[in-house]
């Protein structure tokens, strides 16, 4: 066991545990961040899809070691309050079946949109492949991102 | 006041009774008659001024309404749209409706989400709940004002009297609505479906905001203090069982509280329950998984273990030779003169179509948290089947059914999987003996390899056509692997000469419902060999289908458990699709239009797809239309289109790339690497979807949809290549052209 010092969602989280644990079950079973889904284990899914420095990272990969370096963001750490363009947009399209894929498709799409503010269908494709959803609802997944870049884009335009 | 009587039908009777009256029949057990006695219920508390009308409903003086989601949620919608039926009868404003997932209770009736029943059975039944309530709160406004109660009416939450000008919000109506003693439901007047706002319109899923904030919904999200996290290893041949294991290495290892063997079948000689294993117990997910990479386990393997997809395969083909009532070749139907016809017909076409087993690879892997204490346990599961959860549960543990409660929680993926309670089982022996909560969670690859898999299947088809292209003779012999075609399944009742012949193939892969059990491959054979017949008869598929489904309405089922066929509804869905799709219209060469439809589920849905298939043989579904008559009410549109948008998606998902490989008894493919699963970039990108409304009881979307597009895309894969798909995966055609 070694001691490591985390920084998820802007808060300092110190934890016991062994290094090459995944800081999937790191967030899930210590830090009772449990938003962060496994799929599959093997980077496969992207269910656990978090941010690390902002890039989207599969966290049932990444060590906790790893991680100990970074600034990590989970999909409670998006909004505090589901304000963020994605969740608005996921909640107005009615994009979820389960929902079980969803925190992780959110995830990957912020850090899209962080680097793209206009995404193509093609940008959607490269962007979003990684990501499963078994109910398959990539269709409002596809409408849910283009709705996200319009509502960001009149919260830009009403700032400027 | 609590106004419950306990359902006193068992859930085989419900699904009869149901299926019987299209839904209407059960709903008088949900409310307790006038004058009957109270049954109290200990998990509906008593609050004080609080109206409580039956189980399902809760009205607090500030107005919010509660209303009790009975039904798992597995990404159906089920938890918004039947408290949207309660929430519409009652004249509720949705925006005060409160909805809260009701523990697996009597009270609620059946509680069990599978074959797209809930809507069917919940329909009238959740009205009812919602009338009463709302006849009620009428009763109370009423007699406040010394006015007839059939002058008022409840609307957004308020109990209005026109003539007078009068209101009272419900609110303030739950004191007096209390004192009124529940009137019989079928006293209760429903409304005029035209005045409905509710109902069709687009809601939200009620628990939207906390799926997209990452809040604890799901069972593997679940805590208990003082839990402990367990895996559980079982043989990789179906059946084994351990005789040994390295279980003194695997507790010493860091992390670890227990690991011991588990040598029992529950249901005894059954699959699909609690079967031996070696359970590993440790302090966090983590330490469990890492624990178990290094246990070694000496397995018997049982009798299955030199079964193969390969061997199967060749039983098939020998099984295909056989005459009409030798031995394993049942004759399940037969009409008219089959040979007579096949050897007089203007064209014959003769093709083998088969398919795999398939995974339902729920995104959320298979878990359970259980706390048995002595006598009594806790369960928290992610099961579409909460009654059979706790009935193997009793089962396995000796304790009564009743001292055992359970928690259903959001579920990540049905499809028929968590009609099985064997996770359950097995957290709960594990429970048993910690004698602590234990949250046990499976890999994908215990996943894929322990599932209770879609069977494959075998069909030898011949088809014959008259001189003047009608199709005259249907001859199928279905080879499979436990369940085969029923005798009234399409095209029976269709063709004049009929014969369907059916086999089993002994094996020991378990096997469950999975998505529109049957139909869901059953669509596909039927639609691609009716689209090869209709070429061979030289005539558009769409007129060879319609010309089929003939001039009856009604077509009566045959034999005991026949069903009847409504040709109408089919044949108006067809009619919509091929021209909402613009079918017929002139496509580039490598671009195709194929047309697939289906009864199931007690829906009618047709779909045509529209792909394009590269020289190079690269397919892509560029457009599904979809014509759906599941009766004269959708409940709530967004969810309705999301579940059609959905079953197409997943059709093509299945079709397109899924197959598992059966070698030496055990399933080759380990995890998504070695299963792909359909990815965002082969989504369809246009789904156009149309409700046909129909004087019918509405219906449920969570399966119908399904079976029709795997044959809407093979057949317009022909028409882009001129290559047929006769075995699925898709993926095993080469569909290049030149
Ligand atoms: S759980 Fe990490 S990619 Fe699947
Ligand atoms: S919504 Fe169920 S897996 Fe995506």
Redesign the pocket.
Known sequence: MSKFTLQVNGRSHEVDVAPETPL?WVLRDQLDLVGTK???????????TVHLDGAPA????TPVSAAASARVTTIEGLSADGSHPLQKAWCELDVAQCGYCQAGQIMSAAALLARNPNPSDGDIDDAMAANLCRCATYFRIRAGIHRAAEMAAADREAKA | MSSILRAPLDRRSFLKLATMAGGGLVLGYYIRPAGAAEVAKPDIEKVDGVFIPNAFIRIAPDGTVTVFSARPEVGQGIKTSLPMIVAEELGADWKNVRVVSAVLDPAFGPQFAGGSMSTPMSYTAMRRVGATARAMLVEAAAQTWGVPANECIAEAGVVRHAASGRSMKFGDLVAKASTLPVPAAESVALKDPRDFTLLGSRIGGVDNLKVVTGQPLFGIDQKRPGMVFAVYEKGPVWGARPLSANLDHVKSLPGVRDAFIVDRTVPEGQLTGLVPGVAIVADSTWAAFSARTQLEVKWQEGGFQNSSWEDFSRQAQELAKAAPGSPNVAVARTDGDVDKAISGAARVVEAAYSYPFISHTNLEPQNCLVHVQGDRAEIWAPTQNPDGARKLASQVLGIAAEKIQVTITRIGGGFGRRLDSDPVAEAAVISQRLGAPVKLTWNRTDDLQHDHYRPGGFHFLKGAVDADGSLSAWRSHHVSFGSNLGADDYPARFVPNYLLLNSKLENGVPQGPWRAPGSCTYAWMICCFLDELAHAAGRDPVEFNLALLGDRDLVPGTGERGRPYNAARMRNVVRQVAERSGWGKPLARGKGMGLGYYFSHQGYIAEVAEVTVSPKGDLKVDRVVAAVDVGSQIVNMSGAENQVQGSITDGLNAAWRQELDIRQGRVVQANFNEYPMLRIPDAPRAIEIHFVKTDNPPTGLGEPALPPLAPAVCNAIFAATGKRVRQLPISRTDLSWS
């Open positions: 999937l496994f799929g599959c284990g093997i980077g496969q899914c992207a269910a656990c599969r966290a049932c990969l």
